[in-house]
């Protein structure tokens, strides 16, 4: 969701990418604000906060987003990343997933809620 209303946009789930990402021309293309913490990181300046990937680390700008996975609205910040060269411009990282969902990465219809304590209890009346 942005300033101007929703936008439909294909997302990839990485669960090794502990926080979220948004592409940097999405960012700018739909005026997403900038998130300013209060928190002063010595390796970082002007609110960024200090990233690490596989490619190193770096410092990156957050923004708060909202999406919709699956039907259920999600509030989070997302580091502001170059994403352009990727075939999608959001990655959903694992704080946005764990404990709210499944992720089998195989499967076409790769993500559902997580119902492993219904599973549980119905495992237990079986037995």
Same mark, same amino acid.
């Given at each position: 969701?942005?300033?101007?209303g929703s936008v439909?946009?294909r997302?990839i &789930?990485?669960? @090794? /990418? !502990?926080?979220s %990402? #948004?592409? $940097?021309? *999405?960012?700018e $293309?739909? @005026?997403?604000?900038? *998130? &300013?913490?209060?928190t002063?990181n ?5 609110g960024k906060v200090?990233v690490?990937n596989a490619? =190193?680390w770096?410092? !990156?700008?957050?923004?708060?987003? %909202?999406?919709?996975?699956? @039907?259920?609205?999600h509030?989070t910040t /997302?580091?502001?990343s170059?994403?352009?060269?990727? $075939?999608t411009?959001v990655? &959903?990282? !694992?704080?946005d997933?764990v =404990?709210?969902? #499944?992720?089998?990465? &195989? %499967?076409?219809d790769? #993500?559902?809620?997580?119902? %492993?304590e /219904?599973? /549980?209890?119905?495992?237990e009346?079986e037995?």
């Open positions: 969701y942005t300033n101007s439909k946009v997302a &789930i990485d669960t @090794g /990418a !502990r926080s %990402s #948004i592409a $940097k021309t *999405f960012v $293309k739909y @005026g997403l604000r900038p *998130f &300013i913490e209060d002063v010595e390796k970082c300046e002007n200090y690490v490619l =190193g770096e410092c !990156r700008t957050r923004v708060n987003l %909202s999406f919709s996975l699956k @039907g259920r609205l509030e /997302a580091t502001v170059e994403r352009n060269n990727l $075939k411009l990655l &959903i990282g !694992r704080r997933t =404990g709210k969902y #499944i992720v089998r990465p &195989i %499967s076409h790769s #993500i559902q809620e997580d119902d %492993s /219904a599973e /549980a209890e119905e495992e009346k037995d």
